[in-house]
């Protein structure tokens, strides 16, 4: 059986025990004689649990604190801020505040009492585990805060020790407390994350006593500081290149805006479609220039890839795309069901744009469980098209939006609906095989499964120009694509767009049909020599109406827009803006200046002027709303009509900016406001010298233009997304950047995708309007967009705010 | 006031506002406040061009080298300050008494109340709670500082002044947006 250990009691003289105790109430501690007569009687409550004292005195008067007392030691530990060396008198002054109504027999006293001759014996050690004896009287008086989490350690602490009076037995059920404790914290049962460590300081007390430990030191480094590397990893950039190439860029958590973070992630850096990989170790690159030469010429060939030059060797022609189309359409309508399926993969990745790779994941998987190939209610099977954008969860302004949904649907043609009725599945190799045969038929030596994947996005960029309906059909992922996130896009564009790229594509398949039929059946022939080409085109379109005329997917019929949910309708827009200009009163003649500032009617209608041009500036120019915007009065330029900003948050400084042409509206708005805030200096600065506007550094642009009176403190301050948030307030509960949505679907259609792309800078690296290589002039982009922007002010109705001022 | 021995003096002279560091008097900047907001917000007469004998010279005090305060006169100091810095202008330079000064001040500020179109209630709180009460009396020449007085001195109707007072109220919060969206039924 087990010999239960005992703890090897030491009996101590009292004047020992009373030479310890003044180590820990010192003499100029608060009331030292009442704490210090306490601690010794309380010692005296457990015998033999850890010491015993040889008590000579007779009068063993167990007497407590009284509340003044308390009140006393407390108030005098605080104000002379000894919480560390009376740490004991202040711990036993809330010990019994809290458990004043006890007697000495009830077992929180006689918890204390043991602990009070753990606390003893560590004293007795004379070395540094002295300073643990603070945090015993931290966690004690921490546990007994109202409405603390800690509470529970000194309930269980209690409870431990009156379980046993044996301490090794105490000590066990402490470090199993411990131990419950971090389980049930790390595995997320707690919500708390911090009272195993503060249960591991007591235990850590009991274990230097019990096992006697000495008290080791901690490592420090040499000069005794932690270093620790803090460089952030900013940039990435590939080495030794001349030019700028590509940089990766971390975000910094920016809290300025309410944008969901994603957005405002791709919206600023966009991921580039350069796969550009290759980074060789800064040693290699630099020992050899080889390589250096490699890492530039590799960087500039995948580049001019992207621009798909029509020079490029590695593009197909359209007639190649269209015979390979037409070929495939005839297999999928004629041979086995072999060749007709794995026909169908072909088809199916140049019809919807993704990858071979992933249609034939889609066609073995179940009907329901189909990503993008999926069934609609009707039985009819269709391409389903998502962009994946920020969904919008403000109920309040969901019902003014301008699209409600992100999906829509484009039809399949007849034959390859058939073919997926049920999944299937077909090898890689199957695929690559027929690819080999186009190769061999039709003698397109170049033509490989990338060309496949990649004919819709070619088409629709390069001969619709359509860059945006190319990334929205093929299904680009968003971060890719950052302008998908701004686009509320009318869903009849899109199917247009595709209706054209499909007859494009299959431009080849009626001459191909008509050959079939001429020489196969002498009835065709017949039948063909009657009709003229007029009529043989009207029975292919009776044949194959998906060619020329797509059938209408039931599940678009009432999605006239489609894509961000943050733009609203263009008269709702149009009514926030007429009720912001209300709010401005410029019509009223005379207001008042009321008893003091915060009634000043004045100043009043100076901030809701500002806050009428912040929103004027966000929809003339679609500029993300960043603290500070619109910037310097210097970055708006009169005689040009060209407005610069750098926007981005993210990488602040480090880009150029970009320009904004200024519409003859916004210039007229500014204009106004200009000689607003002169006029309103000049009356409001000698009113209130102590929170004057300093017009001289507005209009000299060392401050930024466009300020706001804040109440809290007391001062003009520049204007931020934030106060502009708690100004408009429930009027319209919407995202910061909800005007660049508005903006970004008043232009799409409107104008060409390069100059909104430009405008809200979207623009691909390297690929910029305001680029050196650029041959597109500036003259031409402002000639492009500003009567667009001027239309879109039109649109909404916006009406300039004037304000009659005489003198 | 003045002791019979030291004499107040006053002497001409002209010089151009623009070179000369002109401020508000330390003991009238309460009325200059109260001025400022309710100056009449008219057009001003343009005296640009008339001659510098011609014009109506304005009080000042010489306080050392910063310059010289100007205490009463607010409206044409301010067509001074703003259309005018740059002419030659005639000014009375006087040695100052804080309560004389006062009191002028507050008689320009009390000559506002005859104008058109200004808010007789706002104004009337102001003086009550910013000028001395024995000041105003003496400067209306009355007994009591009720609205009557003031209807009284100001020669308005009591009736328009209880009607202003109540219409006062109902304007407050017009700047500030509605805080819910049924502006978009609208």
Not at chain 1, 20 to 48: A, G, M
Not at chain 1, 185 to 213: C, F, M, P, S
Not at chain 2, 58 to 76: H, S, V
Request: hydrophobic share 35%.
């Amino acid at each position: 059986m087990d010999e239960v250990k005992r703890w090897p009691v030491s009996t101590m003289e009292a004047e020992e025990a009373h030479a310890l105790i003044r180590q820990i109430v010192p003499h100029d501690s608060p009331l030292s004689t009442q704490v210090h007569r306490l601690i010794f009687e309380l010692i005296n409550l457990s015998p033999n649990y850890l010491m015993t004292t040889h008590d000579h005195s007779t009068d063993s008067s167990l007497r407590e604190l009284t509340d003044d007392e308390c009140n006393t030691i407390i108030e005098a530990v605080n104000s002379h801020r000894n919480t560390d060396t009376w740490s004991v008198p202040y711990m036993l002054a809330t010990f019994t505040d809290y458990y004043r109504q006890k007697p000495f027999t009830d077992q929180s006293w006689l918890f204390l009492s043991k602990y009070l001759q753990l606390i003893l014996l560590i004293v007795k050690r004379q070395d540094k585990h002295f300073n643990k004896i603070n945090k015993l009287g931290v966690r004690i008086r921490m546990a007994l805060k109202k409405n603390s989490s800690q509470t529970a350690i000194i309930d269980e602490l209690i409870k431990i020790h009156t379980s046993s009076a044996n301490v090794y037995e105490n000590f066990a059920d402490i470090e199993s407390y411990e131990q419950d404790m971090r389980h049930r914290e790390e595995t997320g049962l707690v919500k708390t994350h911090n009272l195993a460590k503060k249960i591991g300081e007591i235990r850590l007390a009991y274990e230097v006593i019990i096992k006697d430990k000495s008290y080791i030191e901690r490592q420090r480094r040499g000069n005794g500081q932690s270093v620790t590397i803090k460089k952030v990893r900013e940039d990435q950039d590939v080495l030794l290149t001349d030019e700028e190439t590509r940089r990766m860029r971390f975000p910094e958590e920016y809290s300025g805006n309410n944008v969901v973070k994603s957005e405002n992630l791709a919206d600023d850096d966009p991921p580039a479609l350069l796969d550009n990989k290759f980074n060789p170790t800064k040693k290699t690159a630099k020992s050899s220039q080889l390589q250096q030469y490699q890492v530039k010429t590799s960087y500039l060939h995948s580049k001019r890839n992207r621009f798909m030059f029509p020079s490029n060797t590695r593009l197909l022609t359209v007639s190649d795309y269209q015979s390979v189309f037409g070929k495939l359409w005839d297999m999928i309508s004629d041979q086995e069901q072999r060749v007709n399926r794995v026909a169908a993969i072909l088809l199916l990745s140049m019809i919807t744009g993704r990858s071979i790779q992933t249609v034939i994941k889609e066609v073995a998987t179940n009907k329901s469980q189909r990503q993008f190939l999926v069934e609609e209610e009707g039985g009819v099977t269709v391409i389903r098209n998502s962009i994946n954008v920020t969904v919008n969860r403000r109920d309040k302004v969901k019902p003014v939006t301008k699209s409600h949904s992100h999906h829509f649907s484009l039809p399949l043609p007849a034959p390859l609906d058939v073919v997926l009725q049920y999944k299937f599945e077909v090898e890689p190799t199957e695929v690559n095989q027929l690819l080999k045969t186009l190769k061999e038929s039709l003698s397109l030596s170049l033509l490989s499964n990338q060309h496949v994947e990649s004919v819709l996005a070619f088409i629709i960029t390069h001969h619709i120009s359509e860059p945006l309906h190319s990334d929205i059909i093929t299904g680009v992922e968003v971060e890719h694509s950052s302008p998908l996130y701004y686009t509320s896009i009318e869903t009849s564009y899109l199917i247009s767009t595709y209706q054209a790229a499909i007859k494009i594509l299959s431009n080849r398949c009626f001459e191909s049909l008509r050959a079939i039929n001429c020489y196969r059946t002498n009835k065709a022939k017949k039948v063909s020599h009657l009709l003229n080409p007029e009529n043989y085109k009207l029975w292919q379109a009776h044949k194959y109406p998906y060619f020329v005329n797509m059938p209408i997917v039931t599940s678009n019929i009432n999605k006239t827009y489609i894509g961000s949910e943050m733009a609203l309708t263009d008269k709702i827009c149009g009514q926030f803006f007429a009720l912001l200009a209300g709010q401005v009163h410029g019509d009223k003649q005379q207001l008042n200046h009321g008893a003091n500032d915060r009634e000043d009617e004045y100043i009043k209608q100076f901030n809701a002027y500002s806050l009428w041009l912040w929103h004027i500036i966000q929809i003339q120019t679609g500029i993300r709303p960043v603290n500070d915007a619109p910037g310097f009065l210097n970055q708006f330029n009169f005689s040009y009509d060209i407005y610069w900003v750098s926007d981005k948050s993210i990488r602040q400084g480090k880009d150029y900016g970009r320009l904004i042409p200024m519409s003859s509206f916004l210039k007229t708005a500014l204009k106004n406001y200009i000689s607003y805030i002169k006029n309103f200096a000049s009356e409001h600065n000698p009113l209130y010298p102590e929170h004057t506007l300093d017009i001289d550094k507005i209009l000299q642009s060392k401050i930024p233009f466009l300020q706001v009176f804040s109440f809290n403190p007391k001062k003009f301050t520049a204007i931020t997304p934030k106060r502009i948030r708690s100004a408009v307030g429930d009027a319209l509960p919407h995202q910061d950047n909800w005007l660049r949505h508005q903006l970004r679907s008043m232009l799409t259609n409107e104008v060409d995708e390069v100059y909104i792309c430009a405008l809200l800078g979207h623009e691909h690296a390297d690929q910029e309007i305001f680029h050196p290589m650029s041959s597109l002039s500036i003259n031409q982009y402002r000639t492009e967009l500003l009567p667009q922007l001027d239309r879109v002010a039109q649109k909404l109705d916006l009406k300039q705010v004037e304000i009659k001022h005489h003198g | 006031m003045c002791s019979m021995t030291e004499k107040p003096v006053a002497r001409n002279h002209f010089f151009t506002p623009s070179y000369t560091t002109l401020t508000v008097h330390p003991r009238a900047a309460l009325a200059y406040k109260t001025w400022l907001k309710f100056r009449p917000k008219t057009s001003h007469i343009h005296l640009t061009s008339i001659n510098k004998y011609y014009k109506p010279p304005t009080r000042i005090i010489f306080c050392d080298k910063q310059g010289y305060l100007y205490f009463d006169n607010f409206e044409r100091m301010a067509n001074i300050l703003y259309h005018e810095f740059d002419v030659s202008q005639p000014f009375i330079i006087i040695t100052g008494n804080d309560e004389q000064i006062t009191k002028m001040a507050w008689a320009d500020v009390l000559r506002l109340c005859f104008y058109r179109g200004v808010d007789h209630v706002s104004l009337w709180q102001h003086l009550q709670k910013h000028c001395a009460q024995t000041t105003l009396k003496e400067l209306m020449g009355c007994d009591s500082l009720f609205n009557e007085d003031y209807c009284n001195f100001a020669g308005i109707n009591i009736d328009q002044y209880s009607y202003a007072q109540r219409s006062l109220k109902q304007e407050k919060q017009a700047f500030d947006l509605p805080q819910n969206m049924d502006w978009t039924n609208g």
